[in-house]
T-cell receptor, first 114, second 114 residues
Framework: NAGVTQTPKFRILKIGQSMTLQCAQD?????MYWYRQDPGMGLKLIYY???????DKGEVPNGYNVSRSTTEDFPLRLELAAPSQTSVYFC?????????????FGDGTRLSIL | AQTVTQSQPEMSVQEAETVTLSCTYD???????LFWYKQPPSRQMILVIR??????QNATENRFSVNFQKAAKSFSLKISDSQLGDTAMYFC???????????FGPGTSLSVIP
């Protein structure tokens, strides 16, 4: 009963480095999402996917890329890390029962850019 | 654009007492969904309750209930018989039925005091 699994849990990057945040779900959900949560703020949608091979931009997509080659996996890529990308990142999935409502969240990845 | 406002950044309640968290939203739509999510210190996001705008009856899930006032665009969460495990950030969220993105409010930090 894994649900949504995110790796890593913590990461420190230097400015200009790149990395991929991994997200996997085992519930056969079509909908998957990436959010960032800044201190004292709600969640902002970065990218989302309604199924394998389909992705779309959310509210704050700049500086990020995603891919969805399988139903299970939805990695988030940071190409040139910037201090403004310091945040906690949440991956989520949903069955689509209520349109695009995220139902299950991962535990989050705390990312610091120094 | 849709916005979600939570005017209470922090609240506290004595164990076993009742507390109400406020949420207002702005939309010109008539059909939409509203949610309350809970984020405990573990940072896992948990869906607490969901309300469909076309339903007049207020949603209830065990000790959690909402007061949905569509004309006033208000969606408050009532927690009865508060428990220590209710200590968390609570996020109000809005989803327009024809829109792809869930909009989150800034959150209310609730502390349950023994």
């Amino acid at each position: 009963n894994a649900g949504v699994t995110q790796t890593p849990k913590f990461r420190i990057l230097k400015i200009g480095q790149s990395m991929t945040l991994q997200c996997a779900q085992d519930m056969n959900h079509n909908y998957m999402y990436w959010y960032r949560q800044d201190p004292g703020m709600g969640l902002k949608l970065i990218y989302y996917s309604v199924g394998a091979g389909i992705t779309d931009k959310g509210e704050v997509p700049n500086g990020y890329n995603v891919s969805r080659s399988t139903t299970e996996d939805f990695p988030l890529r940071l190409e040139l890390a910037a201090p403004s990308q310091t945040s906690v990142y949440f991956c989520a999935s949903g069955s689509g029962r209520t349109k695009n409502q995220p139902q299950h969240f991962g535990d989050g990845t705390r990312l610091s850019i120094l | 654009a849709q916005t979600v406002t939570q005017s209470q950044p922090e609240m506290s309640v004595q164990e076993a007492e009742t507390v109400t968290l406020s949420c207002t939203y702005d939309t010109s739509e008539s059909n939409y969904y509203l949610f309350w999510y809970k984020q405990p210190p573990s940072r896992q996001m948990i869906l607490v309750i969901r309300q469909e705008a076309y339903k007049q009856q207020n949603a209830t899930e065990n000790r959690f209930s909402v007061n949905f006032q569509k004309a006033a665009k208000s969606f408050s969460l009532k927690i009865s018989d508060s428990q220590l495990g209710d200590t968390a950030m609570y996020f109000c969220a809005f989803l327009k039925t024809s829109y792809d993105k869930v909009i989150f409010g800034p959150g209310t930090s609730l502390s349950v005091i023994p």
